[in-house]
């Protein structure tokens, strides 16, 4: 999976701090199913007022990280199972 040529199928953010769900389908010789991964990013902005982002997390940012990472589960949970009834 190459993140920088794919778009996330969803997205999970409190304030700055961002998950992206990554899908990836996997063979499975007869069958497909998809995969699930998640990465993190906390958003700012530089000296010149420009958006960045980094997945460096400071001791502030660990309670809202937890609560995104939370959200971020439950969601994969849901996509996994809807994957699942469709089959």
């Known amino acids: 999976m190459n993140n920088n040529t794919t778009k996330p199928v969803e997205e999970v953010r409190i304030g700055a701090v961002k ?3 990554w899908k990836n389908v996997v063979d499975m010789g007869n ?3 998809p995969m699930y991964s ?3 990013q906390r958003l700012y902005r530089d000296s ?4 960045k982002s980094t997945e ?3 001791r502030d940012d660990l309670l ?3 609560k ?3 959200r971020a589960f439950m969601r994969v949970h849901e996509l ?4 699942q009834g469709s089959d």
């Not at 996994?80 to 994957?83: K, T, V």
């Open 80 to 83: 996994h199972q809807a994957g």
């Open 64 to 66: 809202v990280l937890a």
């Open 48 to 51: 010149e007022n420009a958006w």
């Open 38 to 40: 998640v990465t993190f």
């Open 56 to 58: 460096s997390f400071g």
């Open 31 to 33: 069958s497909s199913r």
């Open 19 to 21: 998950a992206a769900i």
């Open 68 to 70: 995104v990472a939370e």
